[in-house]
Every structure is written in C-alpha cells, then in structure tokens.
C-alpha cells in the first residue's frame, strides 16, 4: 500500500522590510517586491515556525477570522507568486544564461585609445591597466567604425532599436569620425527599420561650440567625467604635466549645459581616496554647474593604491549617501525629480523587477570594440589580449564568448548563493573582480555589506513611495522607459 504525503509549505527566500505600520518583502526568486496585508503577514509569521500542509495553514487563517474559501485562495496565490514554496523546492529559481545567439543591442566604440589627461587612477592607462595597446591602431578608421556598425545591426535580429556610445581615452580627440559615424549608422539603421540612439563619455577638455552643436542636432547623450569643484578636480584628474583640469573645462561645461537642448547631462564622479566630500561634490555639480543627475563610484583598483577608498572612507562615503538619499525621497514624495542617480538607478531596477544573471550586459547584449577593431566584453577590456572576444571583421568567438559568461553567471559564484541582493547585483563588475581577484567570474566580496546596505535603504525609499506617492513611481517608470 502506497502511503501518500501531504505537500508542504515553507516560505521562499526573501528580504523583509517595513516602512512605517506597512510590511514588505523582496522576494529574491523573483526579484520582486510585494506589500503584505495583515492575512499573508500572518501565514508567513506561521510558516517561520515550520513548514505545514495546505490544510494546518487554512486552519492557521481561519482561526485569525478568515473564511476558509478566501484562506484557500490565499495560500494558492501566494504559492502562484512564488511567495511560499513547497518543501522539495531546495533552491530558488536559477536565472537562466542568455543563449549563444542573444542579440546584440549595443556597442561601445573606442575611436581612440589615447588621452590628453593623465588621470592618476586610470584603469585604462594607470597602475591597474590591462590594456596591451603597443603596436596597435592609436585610432579607429572610418573603414573599421562603418564595419562595426554593419555587425551592430546584423547582429541585432528582433530589436527595434540599438545604442552606439563612444568611449576613448578621450573620446572627443576623434571627433571627426564620430561625426562621420553618426552619419552612417543613422542612414544603415533606417534602412533596416530600426531606431538608433548615440551617447558619448568625456573629460569636456576639448568641446567647443561645434561640438555641442552637433551633439545637440544629433540628441546624443553625454556623461562627463568629473570628480567635483577646482581642489577636488584637479587632485587627481590632471594633465600630464599635473596641471589641473577644473579651470579648462568649467566654461566649457557651462556652454554644454545650456546649449545640448535634446538630452540631459549627466556627471560621473569616481571617488577616490581624498575625494570623498560627497555631498559637496553634488552641490557643486548639480546646482552649481546644472548638472541633471550626478552618480557617484568607488575607483576600481588593488588594495595597495594609493588612491584606493579603504573601509573608512567607504563608510563616510555610505552615510553621504543616505543624506542624499533622503533629500531624493522628500523630493519624490514632493513629486519633483532629484538628481542623484545612484538611487535612480536602483529604484528603476526595483521597479522593472530585474533578476540578473550576470552584473550587467557585457559580453551579452554589448560589446566593446576596439580602434583595431577587436572585440572585448566591454570598454574596460579594450586593448586587453586575454580577453579578446573575436574581431569585428570575423565576428564573435563563442567559445572565448562562453567561457566568460560561464564564469560570471551569478550561479557560479558561491559567495553570492545565499545572499539576498544577488537579483541586482549578481556579484559586481567583471572588470573590477579581475583587478582585484585576477577572475572577471569573482564576486566582488569588498562592497557586499555596502551593496546590502545600500540596497535596502533604497527599498525602503522605494516602500515609502508605494504608499504614500503611488503615482510618483508610476511616473517615474514611465519616464526611464522613455529615456
């Protein structure tokens, strides 16, 4: 005689928070985010204790007064959600890899890899370099520019649209063919029926009133890299003589900002050992420059830099944020718009209910390209022979390709199995974990407690929207879409 067993139930994997008497949770299987009324608050409060079957959990909600059709009906939309699991369910889902054809929707182009700045913490051209530029094209040709726009678009089956951002060194330092690029890859994605989309990073050494013309006629969008006012600036973002920079491009930016009339600019400011003064840095940017939004990163670099943000700075740097936090949050309850991107950025992905694989999309949707034409996971690895990914005139190597995202899928990387905010992070920046672990597949165990930390605080931004300004986040959604 065959005995059956009744199904269990235990709760998934979540991350629990509260924002004032209203309960939440972030469901890690999902990446989602659901508000509990006070009858899952109360399942879930029961299933903490031990599993139990379907029926001692319809008695559990009938004996707080709930009628036992509607205690049936939520034990199953719960179990639906994936809020509550049965008890041969070990693991939450796996994110699955992208296949081997994913298409392309983006590449960074390397017109140049040279640089008129000499900036101390440089991972393309300071101690941290990986790049193996000697003997190589200094410059891309327009030859190798339209071919990689050609493989953009043939490699993009099934997208409406695709992104061209060029990068350098400096990028401006080649303008003329990212005029004549723009040119062509605009005709070409016409042709083909897509829409194409151009953004650009620079030093704002070199722009001048022709160059934010075009950009502006062209609604190209760009980052300038910037690490604040005139003694913060010129600390470590310099010429190769050591003189700073601030003076040079102050007017420049001002130019840009009120002349670019079709996108925002943003700033992106690396921070670095000395160069902490957060809050100040905003300022500056936002409201003196005018900037749109300002994000902030910690440099990537080895222990040993002197330049590297030890756990000190670090946690200086963290409760900067959370006062910048807070100004965001009372600016979105207000329904106005505040600037600072690092919580933009995070509560955009809340939102989408992103569930990574990997960090980011290198070596998947993008690719860098090189001024010889090489292919690499992204800009970071440009001129990098260990981690050449094929070349743009004979296309992707998919088993360098494999081999690569194999090792950065977030599954792989066992440090990150248990933790909660693998959804968003997936383990960090490829780049980064082979700077300081030698293996682009390493979790970047440095940052986790600031990444939780940070996290959760933007969750709780984010809960507090939900119930107090809805519609700012309905908005907010819809605006990043458009973006």
């Known amino acids: 005689m065959t005995v059956m067993t009744a199904i269990g139930y235990r709760p998934a994997e979540y991350h629990p928070f509260a924002v004032g008497d209203a309960d939440f949770i972030y469901l890690v299987s999902a990446g989602a985010i659901f508000q509990l009324d006070d009858a899952s608050r109360c399942l879930l409060d029961r299933l903490a204790k031990g599993a139990a079957g379907h029926a ?61 700045l000499a900036c101390t913490y440089c991972y393309e051209f300071g101690a941290d370099k990986i790049a193996t530029p000697q003997g190589k094209k200094k410059y891309m040709s327009l030859e190798t520019a339209m071919a990689s726009v050609d493989f953009l678009l043939d490699q993009s089956a099934g997208r409406k649209g695709v992104h061209i951002t060029f990068f350098g060194g400096e990028t401006l330092m080649n303008f003329p063919l990212l005029k004549q690029v723009v040119a062509y890859a ?49 600390k470590r973002r310099v010429y190769k003589s050591g003189r700073g920079s601030y003076a040079v491009i102050e007017p420049r930016l001002r130019a840009l900002i009120a002349n670019h009339r079709t996108r925002a600019i943003t700033a992106r400011v690396t921070l670095t050992d000395g160069v902490t003064d957060v809050i100040r840095i905003y300022r500056h940017l936002k409201d003196d420059l005018g900037f749109h939004e300002v994000g902030f990163a910690p440099v990537t670099s080895a222990d040993d830099r002197a330049y590297t943000l030890g756990a000190e700075g670090m946690d200086g740097v963290l409760a900067q944020f959370h006062a910048l936090a807070d100004e965001w949050l009372a600016h979105a309850l207000q329904g106005r718009s505040h600037g600072f991107s690092n919580v933009s950025e995070t509560i955009s992905e809340l939102i989408q ?92 165990l440095h940052y986790c407690d600031w990444i939780r930390d940070w996290t959760d605080r933007c969750l709780n931004i984010y809960g507090e929207l939900a119930v107090k300004n809805p519609e700012f986040l309905e908005r907010f959604a819809e605006r990043k879409a458009l973006s």
């Open 353 to 444: 209910g992103v569930h990574k694989s990997h960090p980011c999309g290198a070596g998947i949707g993008l690719l860098g390209v090189s001024p010889s034409g090489d292919l690499s996971p992204c800009h970071r690895f440009t001129d990098a022979d260990t981690h050449t990914m094929g070349h743009i005139s004979s296309g992707i190597d998919r088993e360098k390709q494999g081999d690569f995202l194999a090792r950065g899928h977030v599954d792989a990387k066992y440090e990150c199995k248990s933790c909660w905010v693998r959804p968003l992070c997936a383990g960090g920046c490829h780049h980064e974990a082979f700077v300081r672990y030698g293996d682009t597949g390493h979790a970047n």
């Open 186 to 234: 605009t005709e070409r994605a016409t042709a083909a029926g897509k829409t194409i989309g151009f953004s650009l990073t620079t030093n704002a050494t070199l722009l001048t009133p022709e160059i934010i013309a075009f950009l502006s006629d062209n609604a190209i969008g760009v980052t300038v890299s910037m690490d604040g006012p005139p003694d913060l600036q010129d």
């Open 56 to 116: 001692a959990l319809t008695d559990h909600l009938v004996s707080y007064g709930m009628p036992e059709e509607d205690a049936d009906e939520l034990i199953r939309e719960l179990r639906f959600a994936g809020v509550i699991v049965t008890d041969d369910q070990r693991h939450a889902p796996r994110p699955s890899s992208p296949p081997k054809d994913f298409p392309l929707q983006a590449l960074v182009l390397n017109i140049t890899n040279q640089c008129n």
